[in-house]
């Protein structure tokens, strides 16, 4: 079936420097992919929606220049926290949707950012 | 703007007991409604869908059944087994594969 593969699942970066995250759809193509962001036993939060070939759009708070979103191809959405800091350590996770399956959207593994 | 609310966890349980989780919605148009899993360390699974009125979603023995007229999405299983420990989210879209709404989430930990 359709999978969508984050990468990758754990990382832990030093304060000050940047971390890029893969999102990819493995058997199909998105051309929009959605970026979420999870704070421990809290709900996911949408940050932005990721658009192939142009710009990706934010939600309301979200900063776009430090949570870099670029969806180069069909198959791959990457999003870059740069000048990361502590509070940026959460959980991301990513999701595509399958066109013609109903719409039907999947999600990535996730991806645990640790910022010391 | 759209919003979820779902019953605040953890409910613990014994395994075979009954369960349900609560899910109640607002929104502008006709939405789908959605509840996904996530088990510990992972992330988010489709448990089961809907995607119009008095829909019922069913998947591994959990069912829910979409009432507009009570705007509520409740998520039940008739016996629960350990591995059903989990934190269950439930969700709306607007559009089809547009972002999603979520619930809080409800922790759900099933004891032998």
């Known amino acids: 079936g359709a999978v969508v593969s984050q990468h990758p699942s754990w990382v832990i970066c030093k304060s000050g420097t940047s971390v890029k995250i893969e999102c990819r759809s493995l058997?199909?193509?998105?051309?929009?992919m959605f970026w979420y962001r999870q704070f421990p036993k809290q709900s996911l939060m949408l940050m932005a929606t990721?658009?192939?070939?142009?710009?990706?759009?934010?939600e309301q708070g979200v900063e776009k220049d430090k949570f870099l979103i670029n969806h180069a191809s069909l198959t791959l959405s990457t999003l870059t926290v740069t000048s990361a800091h502590p509070e940026d350590s959460s959980f991301y996770i990513c999701s595509a949707s399958l066109a013609g399956s109903g719409n039907t959207i999947y999600f990535g593994e996730g991806s645990w950012l640790t910022v010391v | 703007g759209d919003s979820v609310t779902q019953m605040e966890g953890p409910v613990t349980l014994s395994e075979e007991a009954f369960l349900t989780i609560n899910c109640t919605y607002t929104a502008t148009g006709y939405p789908s409604l959605f509840w996904y899993v996530q088990y510990p360390g992972e992330g988010l699974q489709l448990l089961l869908k809907a995607t119009k009125a008095d829909d019922k979603g069913s998947n591994k023995g959990f069912e829910a059944t979409y009432r507009k007229e009570t705007t509520s999405f409740h998520l039940e299983k008739g016996s629960v087994q350990v591995s059903d420990s989990a934190v269950y989210f439930c969700a709306l879209s607007e559009a089809a594969g547009n972002k999603l709404t979520f619930g809080g989430g409800t922790r759900v930990l099933v004891k032998p």
């Open positions: 058997d199909f193509q998105a051309t929009t």
């Open positions: 990721s658009n192939e070939g142009s710009k990706a759009t934010y």
